[in-house]
Every structure is written in structure tokens, then in C-alpha cells.
């Protein structure tokens, strides 16, 4: 929904590992807010201020990681590959960076989709 919605941050700070990094409070605010689930009081309050904090940190990692200008810190291990891949070869296709790095064309080509976006690489 928040894609949908024009929000950027998803694709470079995951919600999901902040949550997963939060499970602890995640979990308790769930539970706080399920205790009036399907009653005259339903409060998902608890919960909506979890959801709003965990936006809040990824706006600010994705402001940090901006102003640090740090492509790495932005990648997953696979894409790193495929980066890594198209910075030694001059002119790479997919198929070399396939075979270079033995990702999946899917990967490879999230992979360079992902660094086009970022304007880290160009398109020849």
C-alpha cells in the first residue's frame, strides 16, 4: 500500500527489518491492540504508533544513507555482486553478469533495475 501510495523508502530500508529488529515491541503493541479487536472499543492505537515509528526510522536511515551518499549500505549481497559485476566490466550484458556472479536473471535484473533507479549506473 505504501508503494502504491508513492512512498520510496520500502525498496531501500526495509520496514520489515526494522520490525524484525523491534519484534519484542512489535509483538506487544499487536497484543495491546488485539485485546479490543471485534468489540465496541477496538483501539488499535498501540499498534498504529509502532507502524508510525517504524516509518519515522526508516525516513531517517534513508535521509542518513542519502547524506552519506553510501551505495553498499543500500544493497543486498546479491546486488552488491551484480555492482561489483557491471563496475569491472565495461559494457557488461546480462547474461555475463549471470554467469559471473551465478544469481538468477530475476536477481540480476532486480539487481539492475535497483542501481538504475539509483542512478549508479547507466544503461548503454
Not at 530500508?13 to 495491546?32: C, M, T
Not at 551484480?82 to 546480462?94: A, F, I, P, Y
Not at 559471473?100 to 540480476?108: D, I, K, L, Q, W
Request: net charge positive.
Amino acid at each position: 500500500m505504501l508503494l502504491k501510495a508513492g512512498y520510496k523508502f520500502d525498496p531501500f530500508v526495509s520496514h520489515e527489518k526494522i520490525i524484525e529488529n523491534n519484534k519484542a515491541d512489535y509483538y506487544k503493541a499487536l497484543n495491546i491492540a488485539q485485546e479490543t479487536w471485534k468489540t465496541d472499543h477496538e483501539d488499535i492505537t498501540p499498534w498504529l504508533f509502532f507502524f508510525l515509528k517504524v516509518v519515522r526510522k526508516q525516513a531517517e536511515t534513508a535521509v542518513k544513507l542519502i547524506e552519506m551518499d553510501e551505495v553498499e549500505a543500500w544493497l543486498s549481497d546479491r546486488q552488491k555482486a551484480v555492482r561489483k559485476c557491471v563496475l569491472k566490466n565495461d559494457g557488461v550484458s546480462r547474461k555475463e553478469i549471470i554467469d559471473e556472479t551465478g544469481s538468477p536473471a530475476p536477481t540480476v535484473n532486480q539487481a539492475l533495475q535497483k542501481l538504475l533507479d539509483m542512478k549508479k549506473i547507466i544503461r548503454k
